[in-house]
């Protein structure tokens, strides 16, 4: 029965979509399990049948396109099939598809580990690779834990995270995330960690700035790690964007004082910089705009372009040194068989080179100033709060409630698909992060179809 309601129900595709799309989708639905997803509300949900991408755009099978601008779940940062990783690819896989690195070693690796550990100034080093950024999030987790066991401080077991972030969905990681939708269910499965304020700008009272919510925040960490900072051995934050927040942006203060309180207190920082890391932010790693560097430091998403799953760790020099000693059980035992993939750090490196050659971060600015301004009829609207930018972040709230904020999500997605745009907003915010390879004509068209998508979902709302 289960199949017959995948054939005959579940094939929501594109409007307008011809009987082959329609055919894939039924497939898709049929056979693949899609993330992130209630699978049953692709009974309605349009599910777009890709096949194939040229920098910024997707093509479904019809030859209809959609502006990528949400990077594919924030990894595409030099758009779809570009040139230059394709290349770098092409001559590796005439090379080396994969070593495993237990034991082995290759350039691909080793290059790109010196080369992220140089972007540090040599602060952090000694990439420990693994493929998706809750890995990595694991990874960091585990490392803090052991570190301050082989350092006979067992008693630091404990982590703090901050309100409403998210920093992947296995169970270490989902045990330092505070959204609720993802962690409810295997609350018995979790080890929970401590919660302390987030420093969201928008939690600004009237005379406030984001200066003031982030000295409000620490305050909140200062008082935690007063009571019990001898057994807490990391707390976990993204810097300057909580992004599954709803790209909850906060000042950079915040981020220099966890740096100091953490010293203060002998715990590690871990900054997730998964998302908000490779420029998202302005800087190549987010945590240089606060003039700090973490203890540890997580990277996955765009660091491979958006090519190939990717994730590292990098470390300073007295957390490895904790791990290296004549006794195995004292090494750091964790391992995935892709770790440090040839393919996955050839497309890490080309990614690099465009970085390098192309002053990425200088243009980016001035794209991201562009796109603001080409939104700037938003900050007027009745029904918009908070517009607000971080690097190439752009993000505002649609003013909503009951049944118009429950169903705005994916009222706006449907829409921004017939305008051609690929939108997808974090319950009531819409926000945009768009690959660095705009142009200003494709600016100008995602800025004002943007805008026509808010108000049509508005409008659909309205009549519903």
């Known amino acids: 029965m289960s199949r017959e309601l995948t054939n005959d129900r579940r094939t929501q ?51 209809r396109r959609y502006l990528d601008a949400i990077s594919s779940w ?30 082995c070693t290759h350039e691909t690796a080793v290059e790109l580990a010196e080369r992220l550990s140089a972007l540090t100034h040599g602060t952090l ?3 420990f690779f693994a493929s998706d950024g809750a890995c990595a ?40 995330t505070d959204v609720a939708l993802f962690k409810h269910a ?49 707390l976990i934050v993204e810097p300057l964007v909580q992004c599954a927040a709803g790209m909850a942006m906060h000042d950079r203060a915040y981020v220099a004082g966890l740096r100091k309180l953490c010293d203060e207190h002998d715990v590690h920082l871990i900054a997730d910089e998964i998302a908000v890391g490779c420029g998202r932010t302005g800087t190549f790693f987010a945590c240089e705009q606060a003039g700090i560097w973490p203890d540890f430091l997580c990277l996955s998403k765009g660091i491979s372009g958006g090519y190939l799953p990717l ?10 040194a904790a791990f290296y000693d ?13 770790t440090g993939n040839p393919l996955a750090c050839r497309a890490a490196l080309a990614t690099l080179d465009l970085f390098a050659r192309d002053d990425v971060l200088a243009q980016n600015e001035k794209k991201a100033l562009m796109l603001m301004e080409a939104l700037s009829p938003l900050r007027a609207h009745e029904a918009v709060r908070a517009v607000r930018r971080t690097g190439t972040i752009i993000a505002f709230d649609a003013v909503l409630d009951g049944d118009a904020a429950r169903t705005f999500s994916r009222r706006f997605f449907e829409q921004a698909l017939s305008r051609e745009l690929l939108l997808r907003p974090i319950g009531t915010t819409v926000y945009l992060m768009p690959p660095y390879i705009l142009d200003s ?17 508005l409008g659909q709302g309205a009549r519903r």
């Open 13 to 63: 595709a594109p409007p307008g979509a011809g009987e082959a799309e329609r055919d894939w989708v039924a497939r898709s639905l049929a056979a693949v399990w899609h993330p992130c997803t209630q699978m049953k509300h692709h009974e309605r949900l349009p599910l777009i049948p890709v096949a194939r991408g040229k920098g910024a755009w997707l093509y479904d099978r019809a030859g």
């Open 74 to 103: 924030w990894v595409n940062l030099f758009g779809h099939a570009n040139d230059d990783i394709n290349a770098a690819l092409k001559t590796q896989l005439d090379t080396l598809e994969h070593a495993m690195l237990a034991g």
């Open 125 to 127: 080093g000694h990439a």
């Open 137 to 176: 999030v694991e990874i960091a987790l585990k490392m803090s834990f052991h570190y301050w066991r082989n350092r006979g401080r067992s008693d630091k077991r404990e982590f703090v995270c901050v309100a409403n972030g998210y920093h992947g969905e296995t169970i270490g990681a989902l045990g330092v």
């Open 186 to 234: 295997y609350d018995p499965l979790i080890r929970s960690a401590h919660i302390v304020a987030s420093p969201d700008a928008r939690r600004a009272e009237p005379g406030e700035n984001a200066g003031d919510v982030a000295r409000r925040a620490l305050d909140d960490v200062r008082a935690l790690l007063d009571a019990h900072g001898s057994r807490i051995a990391a």
């Open 311 to 320: 994730s590292l760790v990098l470390s300073r020099d007295e957390i490895y």
């Open 326 to 338: 004549d006794d195995t059980t004292r090494g750091f035992l964790h391992s995935h068989s892709y």
């Open 441 to 457: 004509e494709t600016i100008a068209l995602l800025a004002s179809r943007t805008c026509e998508t808010f108000e049509a979902t």
